[in-house]
């Protein structure tokens, strides 16, 4: 009897990211959003969205059905319920969520590289580096940006991180 060895359900199989660089660059100049912010807004959206999501599955599955189905019961909808419930007990997981795929955004490099030609549209991290890459550098103008690329992300980071610790563990405890 023989038997079928099935390949292990792993990263491996998954796309990467930049496999899906030219499709989105192809797709963006057709609808001519390539060199425009919306463009790299919907980027960044395309691939925060799945990560963002992830966090709230977990925020919003730590809150008890039992108090979604008490405001049923007095008389709340599914909206109300919603709006006056699960949305404030899990305020820490949709703060969590948009922090880290804040932090995830600002941290890309290669689509907006590919997707903005001009200066006007380059976020810090892609102006960084073309600063360096300049013959003549201007190093106040080149460490007042890279000062600016790192002062953002750490101040959120430190002005938030009690809610990113309890968002990221409410849905770790049943």
Do not use: C
């Not at 959206?45 to 963002?52: D, E, F, N, T, Y």
């Not at 804040?102 to 590289?113: G, I």
Request: glycine share 6%; proline share 6%; no cysteine.
């Amino acid at each position: 009897m023989s038997q079928v060895i099935l390949p292990k359900p792993d990263a491996d199989l998954a796309l990467p990211g930049l496999a899906t660089l030219i499709a989105l660059y192809k797709m963006a100049s057709y609808v001519h959003l390539d060199n425009t912010y919306l463009g790299i807004i919907l980027v960044y959206a395309s691939g925060a969205v799945p990560l963002g999501l992830w966090i709230m599955h977990n925020a919003f599955n730590a809150i008890p059905v039992s108090l979604e189905e008490a405001a049923w019961i007095d008389g709340a909808g599914r909206f109300r319920t919603f709006w006056k419930i699960a949305l404030p007990l899990a305020r820490t997981g949709v703060a969590a969520a948009g922090i880290i795929t804040f932090l995830f955004s600002w941290s890309q490099f290669t689509f907006p590289l590919v997707l903005s030609n001009g200066i006007t549209t380059e976020p810090v991290t892609v102006l960084l580096p073309a600063l360096m890459a300049t013959r003549q550098v201007a190093f106040t103008l080149e460490n007042s940006v890279a000062v600016l690329a790192i002062l953002i992300p750490a101040a959120l980071v430190l002005l938030l991180n009690r809610w990113i610790v309890s968002g990221l563990l409410a849905g770790g405890v049943k």
